[in-house]
């Protein structure tokens, strides 16, 4: 189980940054060498740990209309405050670059929901999302450990199967989740789940 970022906005020239809230990316577009390389930092301000961030990189011209895409990963696991390391090939004529604004949830490998940033923190869809995002412990001298009141469950097996994989897990399950792994649904313009909820979305 992980999240694989796709990490946030920023516009550059030959360097850029972004003001997005949970991730924030700086780089240089390296014109040394036998390869011109784009190579920067993914910053991680969220309170998750990340693993394997993909960069989508738009190669824009001077009038902003897209030349080609270049991908880069910060391989390994970024903890929340750290940074990873990422190059990406230069987009031959592009005079700026843009990074994508979204992110991807997996669960054992598969996207459980993709979108916008803010859409999928903020209003998440999918069930296992909703679960993995309440799960940040929050800071109250109310709550100790000797008045929280944890029930403790037995373990669950996933069974292997046609099925969607979260069902063993999912509060929300049908049958038709251990029938038939759902397709991606999007729900909005932003953003795809994969989910038999969203099946009747616009």
């Known amino acids: ?23 924030h990316v700086t780089w240089n ?8 390389t784009i190579e920067g930092y993914v910053q991680n301000a969220s309170p998750f740990r990340v693993t394997n961030v993909r960069l989508q990189i738009d190669g824009l011209d001077g009038g902003g209309r897209s030349v080609a895409q270049a991908f880069g990963w910060t391989f390994g696991d970024i903890a929340p405050g750290d940074r990873g390391y990422f190059t ?22 598969s996207v459980a929901e993709a979108g916008d940033v803010a859409l999928v923190v ?34 669950v097996h996933d069974a292997p199967g046609a099925g969607c994989k979260f069902a063993p897990r999912c509060p929300s399950v049908v049958s038709r989740c ?20 969203h099946q009747n979305a616009p």
Not at 29 to 36: C, I, Q
Not at 123 to 135: A, G, N, V
């Open 1 to 23: 189980m992980l999240i694989l970022a796709v990490s946030t906005t920023a516009w550059a020239q030959n360097f850029g940054g972004s003001p997005a809230p949970w991730f």
């Open 29 to 36: 577009n390296r014109g040394y060498g036998s390869v011109p």
């Open 88 to 109: 990406a090939p230069a987009i031959p004529g592009a005079t700026a670059y843009q990074i994508s604004d979204n992110i991807i949830v997996l669960y054992r490998g």
């Open 122 to 155: 903020k209003q998440p869809r999918h069930p296992y999302t909703q679960l993995l995002l309440s799960s940040i412990p929050q800071a109250s001298a109310a709550r100790t450990w000797m008045t929280e009141n944890a029930v403790a469950s037995a373990a």
């Open 178 to 197: 251990r029938e038939a792994a759902p397709p991606l649904f999007q729900t909005d313009r932003h953003r795809v789940v994969s989910c038999y909820l």
